[in-house]
């Protein structure tokens, strides 16, 4: 799509409200004005009345793992795998996308580090050829310390965007005992006892004598590059309260509602997953992402490992009468920009800002995205 054209006739959703009937005009990819009317001239698009979105930005989606290898050891080229997945998530209304790679020696096939760190450096090289803004969330498994260097030398190469620590040790967090850890690992992953034995040990040894230096270790690095930073699976006041001396400004997929108060308390961004919105449950059978954001705790959606769930998510909250329409909208745009520090040009519709755009019918009560823009380039259309 060439540059300067204008959207007329659309419902367009800002930070504040939804805006009846406007106009939005684009130049060189950027949105230069909305107003009642459109300026002679410019190329028009009938928005016809729809909904017209910033695009999303999800700041959490580890779908590229099921895209590479989509049943335990059956791999696919990384650059299919991505290529197929940017049509897909363009489809979704997803302007913005971090990949999440997770570093997990010994646990499952793609989470190894020079196998998680070779990926990153693939989608890298080719990230500009995607249809939507491409980048890179780095996850790390506090337990592993074998991906120190590997993730440091990413870091110090300017590979990743987001960086966050898990700790998936039974316990606490999302396994709160051993037989859930199993249960979940185990079929999943085929492993057998033995093998989650020998990962449990490996886990809870390293948790002890080497976790914390490396954590800090890690955090200090991405400071240095300017990184933003998030937290895991939190599951109590403690955790939330040492997020906040190490200034660490968000919490992803609390699993209990003090959690979620403590940061909200402590003015620690939340992070929920839609999936868990739009099913009503959590698949871990924790928090509910529903009742955590209709008590008022809940900053941000991302789409965890379904990228279609972020449009169904915003009108779910809305149809259940949980948030307005534009506060719902907020959850999966402008709060997550603001959170991994991209919002001076994208993650909501105003003046100076790229136009990264999603037009949705919602005339028979189900969503459909009619086209998706990403600074004013038109990556996904069917009308």
Same mark, same amino acid.
């Given at each position: ?25 684009? =130049? ?19 928005a ?34 991505v ?29 190894? !580090?020079s ?36 993730l ?8 990743? !965007? ?14 709160q ?40 270790h ?28 190490? =200034? ?7 699993? !209990? ?13 939340v ?30 959606l ?82």
């Open positions: 799509m060439q540059d300067g054209f204008v959207i007329t006739n659309a419902r367009v959703v800002t930070p504040e409200g939804v805006r009846e009937g406007v106009s939005v005009q684009v =130049e060189n990819g950027r949105i230069v004005a909305i107003s009642e009317a459109s300026r002679p001239g410019d190329r028009e698009i009938d016809g009345g729809n909904y017209l979105f910033p695009g999303f930005v999800d700041m959490h989606s580890d779908a590229i793992e099921k895209g590479i290898e989509p049943r335990p050891n059956t791999f696919f080229p990384v650059d299919i795998a290529f197929e997945l940017d049509k897909k998530i363009a489809s979704c209304g997803i302007t913005t996308m971090y990949h999440s790679l997770s570093f997990a020696e010994h646990e499952v096939g793609l989470r190894n !580090n196998t998680a760190a070779g990926i990153i450096r693939e989608i890298n090289q080719f990230s500009h050829k995607l249809k939507v803004n491409t980048k890179i969330h780095a996850r790390f498994e506090i337990t592993d310390h074998v991906a120190v260097p590997f440091e030398e990413l870091i110090r190469d300017n590979q990743i !965007n987001l960086f966050s620590f898990m700790d998936h040790s039974p316990g606490q967090g999302q396994f005992d051993i037989i859930s850890f199993k249960n979940y690992f185990g079929p999943v992953y085929a492993k057998s006892d033995a093998e989650m034995d020998g990962i449990i040990e490996r886990k809870l040894e390293a948790k002890k004598n080497d976790a914390p230096r490396f954590v800090a890690l955090i200090g690095v991405c400071r240095e590059r300017g990184i933003a930073i998030a937290s895991h699976d939190d599951d109590s006041r403690e955790k939330i309260d040492w997020l906040k001396k190490m =200034e660490i400004g968000m919490t992803e997929f609390p699993v !209990n509602i003090k959690a979620v108060r403590a940061a909200r308390e402590l003015g620690i961004r992070c929920l997953g839609s999936p868990n919105v739009v099913r009503g449950q959590s698949q871990s059978s924790n928090l509910s992402a529903r009742e955590a954001i209709r008590s008022g705790f809940g900053d941000i991302c789409s965890d490992y379904s990228p279609m769930t972020m449009l169904h998510a915003v009108f779910t909250l809305e149809r259940l009468g949980i948030l307005p329409l534009h506060e719902a909208i907020n959850m999966v745009s402008l709060n997550p920009a603001h959170a991994v520090g991209i919002s001076d040009h994208t993650g909501s519709l105003e003046t100076g800002k790229d136009a990264d755009m999603v037009l949705v019918d919602y005339s028979d009560d189900f969503p459909r995205v009619l086209k998706t823009f990403v600074a004013g380039r038109e990556v996904y259309a069917t009308c």
